[in-house]
């Protein structure tokens, strides 16, 4: 994750941070992966050796949720990737930099492209993070550990699905057909 208030990108095993640690004044320090990490868009990756494996969650959701330090904000590395941007916004800023016209064609012919990419995009994004929210639910119960803080997350998630399926997915290309 992602230490918002000292722009370090930290790992963990089971809640417990990884890496090379200093115990110093009896305060144990470390566990620093990268520092002064700058603000953007991160796409984490893994590379294996030799048919090694691995099992790596990088969030949303938690089975054991990482704790920033001196009790801040950790951040999902998930999260560093944004949702992608609706149609509408995409247009508008489209027409804000164009000085001329665009040819209604042209217009319609891009917006539909523009909609066909939003809608992957989205498809993937929801599918991860729902099945995300899935076996993080499945590992804690596992666990015997409480799922009370991912049971309305999941009552609003089914919501959105359900508002996709009906064709509500806000993208408003405001394209008239």
């Not at 989205?122 to 804690?140: C, F, G, P, W």
């Amino acid at each position: 994750w992602i230490d918002l208030q000292t722009n370090e990108i930290r790992f963990a095993r089971n809640g417990k941070l990884q890496g090379h640690f200093i115990l110093s004044r009896g305060k144990k320090e470390g566990g620093v992966a990268f520092q002064n990490v700058l603000e953007g868009t991160y796409y984490p990756a893994i590379s294996l050796y030799l048919g090694g494996t691995v099992r790596v969650n990088f969030g949303p959701h938690f089975v054991y949720p990482p704790r920033g330090k001196n009790g801040g904000k950790a951040v999902p590395v998930s999260q560093l990737c944004p949702k992608p941007t609706p149609v509408s916004q995409v247009l508008q800023a489209l027409k804000k930099a164009m000085s001329k016209k665009i040819d209604d064609a042209i217009l319609k012919a891009f917006t539909a492209a523009l909609q066909t990419e939003f809608d992957i995009r989205m498809e993937s994004y929801q599918k991860h993070t729902q099945q995300n929210l899935e076996d993080v639910i499945a590992a804690r119960q596992k666990r015997n550990m409480s799922v009370a803080d991912l049971e309305k997350e999941k009552t609003a998630s089914a919501m959105v699905a359900a508002t996709d399926d009906a064709g509500g997915n806000g993208s408003g290309s405001g394209v008239e057909e």
